[in-house]
């Protein structure tokens, strides 16, 4: 009830705002269910739609409504029906510009590429990676998103070995109760710690149950020659990269 509250007070400046004779394109990008009026409404006042999905939301593990009670298939045919709407969908990895297309979603891939400013943090890091000591792996990664949690946990619950292992990003403070001797879960960090995290790690873990969108801080890795172990589920777009080696389970990586 809190969402439908909020829309309807600002509903009027929503009308306000595609009532813009100035404007001939929406540009959308926040689709969870909450926003689906606006497209709607775009076309309503004759505006062309253009959407960058972050993800497919319905498909993501764990995931539910924010005002419907709908079942994943529900949320599924729902989130199709609203892209379907748009003029164009530009998705963020191959594997879902793929399935939108067989919904019959006008969609493309628009897959994600260092901002400049990105790019020569990594260059940075890379330089220095080249005569720092490589002391620990590391997972990195916002806890809050489901499908990250329940990859990390995974990996914590079966680590074993005898070379340390460092955790760190947003809401990772939450799972604490699995640090140990070598395993150190540090939460948020900002850039310049995230800098040194990178400079001394070995290597990049990332493990994912099945989920949508693409894992951009992949990229990121590998441009700064981070080495990358991945599960199959979370290299969406990324195969066949130099760089990244894939496990088909935690016990192959522990």
């Known amino acids: ?63 539910t409504s924010t005002i419907f009670s709908w079942n994943a298939e529900q949320r599924f045919a729902r989130e199709m029906a609203v892209l379907r709407e748009c003029e164009k969908v530009y998705a ?68 074993d070995h005898s070379v340390p292992l460092v955790v760190a990003g947003f809401g990772t403070e939450q799972l604490k109760q699995y640090e140990s001797g070598e395993v150190r879960i540090i939460g ?7 800098l040194d995290l990178q400079v001394h790690c070995k290597a990049l873990i990332v493990n994912q149950p099945a989920t949508t969108g693409a894992l951009t801080r992949i990229e990121e890795f590998l441009a700064a020659d981070i080495p990358i172990y991945a599960n199959e589920n979370s290299v969406r777009s990324y195969r066949n990269r130099n760089g990244i080696k894939i496990f088909n389970s935690v016990s192959e990586i522990i």
């Open 188 to 194: 948020r960090v900002q850039d310049e710690q995230l």
């Open 1 to 63: 009830m809190r969402h439908v509250k909020n829309i309807s007070l600002i509903y009027n400046q929503l009308i306000s705002f595609f009532q813009d004779k100035d404007m001939d394109v929406f540009y959308w990008e926040s689709t969870r269910d909450v926003w689906y009026i606006l497209p709607y409404l775009a076309k309503k006042y004759n505006k062309q739609v253009v959407a960058f999905p972050h993800n497919l939301e319905a498909l993501v593990g764990g995931q």
């Open 92 to 159: 963020i990895s191959n594997e879902e510009t793929w399935l939108l297309q067989l919904m019959g979603v006008n969609a493309s891939a628009l897959l994600y590429e260092l901002p400049a400013v990105v790019k020569e943090q990594c260059d940075k890091v890379a330089e220095l990676r080249k005569q720092s000591s490589k002391d620990y792996y590391l997972m990195l990664g916002s806890a809050i998103n489901p499908p990250t949690r329940i990859g990390m946990e995974e990996v914590l619950k079966a680590w």
